[in-house]
């Protein structure tokens, strides 16, 4: 549905390749690296962050979403993605919770309480990491490097409830009160379908 490889390595537009989606922008700190042969989007923990298109996961009932980070800073619900409406409604990856996992978590508002899975531990620090999330069926799976780290089989609901999201952030919640992502990010995928586990492993590959 939409890929954003971040790797333009200057100005302030980020493409989708897929050519569905408009332009989205580096915002705050968010400047251009180069670690070896990649170019990233750094941020710098304080208001770096990547502005993303409205309506990404618009009308999908199951979806993938991938991308590759790096992780400087481990801080309490700092987001690699954030996609929605506002903090009420929301599909979302942090790095780490306050009792030390990786969670992503889908709410829509209205909902007691979000859906969620959660890794063991937190996102590693300082290297890159493939992250991946499947939603379908009532289904959330999480992936770090190609292995499923996670599971939920009892989620309420789905992407499809959603709706066509107006916030979508990299690096940066949609509450104001959470901080922001001190490290790097590329190779942002939304697919319109769960990737089996093999799929995903091989993305996570490259």
Do not use: C
Request: hydrophobic content about 40%; proline content about 4%; charged content about 20%.
């Amino acid at each position: 549905m939409a890929r954003y490889p971040l790797d333009e390595g200057s100005g302030t537009s980020v493409t989708d390749r897929t050519g569905a989606f408009a332009d989205g922008s580096l915002a705050g700190g968010a400047t251009w690296s180069t670690d070896g042969d990649t170019t990233a989007v750094m941020l710098d923990g304080r208001d770096g962050h990547v502005v993303l298109p409205a309506g990404l996961p618009s009308g999908l009932a199951e979806l993938t979403v991938s991308a590759r980070v790096r992780v400087d800073t481990l801080a309490p619900s700092v987001r690699v993605f954030d996609l929605g409406y506002s903090k009420d409604t929301y599909l979302f990856l942090t790095a780490t919770t306050g009792a030390g996992k990786a969670r992503a978590a889908l709410k829509i508002a209205g909902m007691e309480a979000e859906d969620f899975v959660d890794a063991t531990g937190p996102l590693p620090l300082g290297r890159w990491t493939h992250v991946a999330l499947t939603l379908a069926g009532g289904t959330g799976v999480l992936y770090l490097d190609g292995t499923e780290a996670g599971r939920n089989p009892a989620m309420v609901a789905g992407p499809l409830l959603l709706g066509r999201t107006s916030r979508n952030y990299l690096g940066r919640s949609q509450n104001s009160t959470h901080p922001y992502l001190h490290g790097a990010v590329r190779d942002f995928r939304l697919h319109n379908r769960a990737l089996t586990a093999d799929q995903v492993r091989q993305l996570a590959q490259g």
